[in-house]
């Protein structure tokens, strides 16, 4: 009797323990925040407008059943919107799960480079199904903040000369005009 009960309290912390041991599933923001971290990098967190860009790279290459970076439009001005002054984007067709999409990066340079992006600190991923049921991955990452010319530092030091030359207005014809000439 003391021993039925001994392997019942045995068989019951082995099944706690694996029950607390499992991990919890991820979010793609936290798979590749996790890499990003091993690897020396900072977190990146989901980003709607990425997430927006992401889905509708993966929507189109879904629908055209074409893996190509250029599907819907050049990268380029896909990601203007996002505001970052960089960017990449990973692309993938074939797993059902991100978990080995993201494996599939990670095991190519340029994908991985890509994941590792110097900076990053958003993220968008999605997926989407082909007529056939191929699943369509893409993931855009991105960091920085764009300058705007009201906020750059040559805009700022531009303003402020242009307070000194409109004291001085004479000199700010001539000035004026030269660089007129000269643009």
Same mark, same amino acid.
């Given at each position: ?77 896909? *990601? @203007? =919107? %996002?505001? +970052? ?6 692309? /993938? ?6 978990? !080995? ?23 968008? *991923? @999605? =997926? %989407?199904? +082909? ?6 991955? /893409? ?6 903040? !764009? ?23 004479? *000199? ?12």
């Amino acid at each position: 009797m003391k021993s039925v009960g001994i392997c019942c309290l045995v068989l019951t912390l082995v099944l706690y323990t694996q029950a607390f041991a499992a991990p919890a599933s991820s979010t793609p923001a936290e798979m590749i925040s996790n890499y990003r971290v091993q690897h020396g990098e900072g977190r990146v967190t989901l980003d709607p407008a990425l997430n927006r860009i992401a889905q509708e790279q993966a929507n189109a290459m879904a629908s055209k059943q074409t893996l190509d970076h250029s599907v819907l439009a050049p990268f380029n001005s896909r *990601v @203007a =919107s %996002s505001g +970052s002054d960089r960017a990449a984007e990973n692309i /993938a067709y074939g797993y059902d799960d991100f978990a !080995k999409t993201l494996d599939q990066w990670i095991g190519s340079d340029g994908h991985r480079k890509n994941l590792l992006l110097h900076g990053a600190s958003r993220v968008g *991923v @999605a =997926s %989407s199904k +082909s007529p056939t049921g191929r699943t369509y991955w /893409a993931m855009v990452i991105a960091g920085g903040v !764009k300058r705007t010319p009201a906020t750059s530092r040559f805009a700022k030091r531009q303003a402020t000369q242009s307070c000194k030359i409109t004291i001085l207005a004479s *000199v700010c014809k001539k000035a004026d005009a030269r660089s007129t000439r000269s643009a």
